[in-house]
């Protein structure tokens, strides 16, 4: 069974400047999180979707952050404008369902200089 | 707002002794999940505890929960150099994880 694909792995871009990240979780599971790891620190929440929904979003910065799931499936979160504080592994998670077990893809590890 | 607190942080010990990482959440959870993460690495499933009393046992490690004390255990037997790594534990149910801050693990020869 396909893991979880993230993409990019690695991104090094300017404050100000925008980036996306894009995820492809595994088959079949409906729900997706999207986490932040800043280094030295565990995972905190960013955004959870249930298939093309969103369930709960209440620790995404909204004025600069954003994240949509088409389809259910595939996911993005994009960073526009980004800030230094924004840099950060960006790990996504899928589970079968919300009270099921997460399964987290490799990250995307942006740097903002 | 619930909150997850591990200690120790950091921990270095040496290959065949054994030590115990502690985990506390503040509020009434659904499950107990523990984490491994090696440098640079993603997030690798270790146990998933899910009622007061359970207990889970894979090679080395074992877990177990006490929902009442809102605290979980790591427990390590006879360390050895491969179980390296930061743990983590982090509590949730239907809204995703919160997790705690890791312990850093350094076993030394």
């Known amino acids: 069974e396909a893991g979880v694909a993230q993409s990019p792995r690695y991104k090094i871009i300017e404050k100000r400047q925008s980036v996306a990240f894009w995820c492809n979780p595994i088959s079949g599971h409906a729900t997706l999180y999207w986490y932040q790891q800043i280094l030295g620190q565990g995972p905190k929440l960013l955004i959870q979707f249930q298939n093309n929904g969103v369930v709960d979003d209440s620790q995404l910065p909204k004025d600069r952050f954003s994240a949509e799931r088409l389809k259910g499936v595939d996911s993005t979160l994009k960073i526009q404008p980004a800030k230094l504080e924004d840099s950060a592994v960006y790990l996504c998670?899928?589970?079968?369902?919300?009270?099921?077990?997460?399964?987290f893809g490799p990250g995307t590890r942006l740097t903002v200089t | 707002e619930l909150k997850v607190e591990q200690n120790p942080l950091f921990l270095s010990m040496q290959e065949g002794k054994n030590y115990t990482i502690y985990c506390n959440y503040s509020?009434?959870?659904?499950?107990l999940y523990w984490y491994r993460q090696d440098p640079g690495k993603s997030l690798e499933s270790l146990f998933v505890l899910l009622s007061n009393g359970a207990v889970k046992q894979e090679g080395r490690l074992m877990a177990s929960l006490d929902t009442k004390a809102r605290l979980s255990t790591l427990h390590i037997t006879a360390a050895v150099h491969d179980l390296s790594a930061t743990y983590f534990c982090a509590s949730g149910g239907a809204d995703g994880l919160t997790f705690g801050k890791g312990t850093h693990l350094i076993i030394q020869p």
């Open positions: 998670a899928s589970s079968y369902g919300t009270y099921y077990e997460q399964y």
């Open positions: 509020t009434t959870s659904d499950r």
